[in-house]
Nanobody, 113 residues
């Protein structure tokens, strides 16, 4: 019954890469504004990246140049490509449909040596 499902998290060493994917269940979000958030234990949830229907993207300063948010319209997914990962990126990552207000269950990303 979930509306969004995240996948792709895991354990990676500093400097490594991961690609997160957010897939819709039961609807198409092709034209919707979407976002990726993250929350570390004991920390506030923060907005990491957004993409709007026109294709414009925005990123929090700490991930600029390292993360890329993009749509795969054929697969009805929104993805977050993460490169040059740092321990500070460790968090649970959530996707969000900013037009419908839907959230996924989250996927854990751990960056550690």
């Amino acid at each position: 019954q979930v509306q969004l499902v995240e996948s792709g998290g895991g354990l990676v060493q500093p400097g490594g890469s991961l690609r997160l994917s957010c897939a819709a269940s039961g609807y198409i979000f092709r034209f919707n504004a979407m976002g990726w958030y993250r929350q570390a234990p004991g920390k506030e949830r923060e907005l990491v990246a957004t993409i709007i229907s026109g294709g414009s993207t925005n990123y929090v300063d700490s991930v600029k140049g390292r993360f890329t948010i993009f749509r795969d319209t054929a697969r009805n997914t929104v993805n977050l490509q993460m490169r040059s990962l740092k321990p500070e990126d460790t968090a649970v990552y959530y996707c969000n449909d900013r037009d419908m207000g839907y959230w996924g269950q989250g996927t854990q990303v751990t960056v550690s040596s």
